[in-house]
């Protein structure tokens, strides 16, 4: 059985390199890894062939299509479509991983569920003291570091970042009164579901536009389940001038509709064809 981890990017090569180094580290190496990248410029793909000559081609790929907005879910339905793996991590390009965030993922899928995890952001300070030997050795999520360079601003961090023993993180995880909607940041699943639903609905842009795939997994029967405190992530802060608050607006109907007409399939995804065709597995 096989797992990849899909990253998703657009023109930020430092985040991702940090990103990289994350999953570099990770204490589990049974996983590829596939960059999700939305029409990102060649300093990225210098980056990415640098670290195909780390990791190796097979286990690393890019799939790439020209910049022409914001088009995430176009390119996660792409990297879902060409991928070969049984089980999808999805993570974002400026995030972090700590070391044994995959392995967690592996140890709690199972089927008919979904994984959804958390996001710890960093406020806009605390990038510039990022370094990719605190990051490969895990310092950048231990309290002290965080503390000394200004990443906790929240009490609910505090939690999150403890490495806690599995029963109890598994206990937090269990009656979290949080919502288990699927987080595109940080949700893992299995491939022949999300291609059940047919991916990604491609008409949405930024804002819930992860939300709705999780959704019509719901409807379907797959159920999300919380890793929040047992694999978090740690955000790199970027500014967002992809927010449109009239897209907002329009995703959030568009979920109040999946979730009321109990819709499985979106014909703007993997497969444009009738909900009662599949797509090419």
Request: with cysteine; glycine share 8%.
């Amino acid at each position: 059985m096989k797992t990849e981890v899909i990253i998703s990017t657009y023109n930020n090569p430092a985040a991702l390199d940090f990103c990289l180094h994350g999953l570099a580290a990770q204490n589990s190496n049974d996983f590829q890894m596939c960059i999700a990248d939305d029409g990102s410029g060649p300093e990225t793909q210098t980056l990415v062939e640098k670290w195909q000559e780390i990791f190796g081609p097979i286990r690393l790929r890019h799939v790439w299509h020209p910049d022409t907005g914001f088009q995430k879910n176009k390119i996660l339905n792409q990297a879902v479509l060409t991928s070969t793996a049984d089980h999808l991590i999805f993570i974002d390009g400026d995030s972090m991983a700590r070391k044994d965030f995959v392995q967690t993922h592996l140890a709690r899928r199972r089927p008919g569920r979904f994984l959804t995890g958390g996001l710890i952001r960093l406020p806009a300070g605390v990038s510039p003291r990022l370094t990719n030997a605190s990051i490969a050795s895990g310092e950048i999520f231990f309290f002290a570091w965080l503390w000394r360079n200004g990443g906790i601003t929240r009490p609910g961090s505090l939690i999150k970042l403890a490495y806690l023993p599995r029963p109890l993180s598994r206990l937090l995880d269990k009656i979290s009164l949080v919502k288990r909607t699927w987080n595109g940041c940080n949700s893992s699943g299995w491939r022949a579901d999300i291609l059940a639903v047919n991916g990604f609905d491609e008409t949405m842009k930024y804002g819930g536009e992860d939300v709705e795939l999780g959704a019509r997994l719901n409807n379907l029967g797959i159920i999300g389940e919380h890793v929040r405190y047992s694999s978090p992530l740690l955000h790199i802060h970027h500014e967002r001038g992809y927010v449109h608050a009239e897209e907002l607006a329009r995703h959030r109907k568009m979920i109040a509709a999946t979730r009321r007409l109990k819709k499985t399939w979106t014909p703007d995804g993997i497969s444009k064809s009738p909900a009662d065709a599949s797509p090419v597995a």
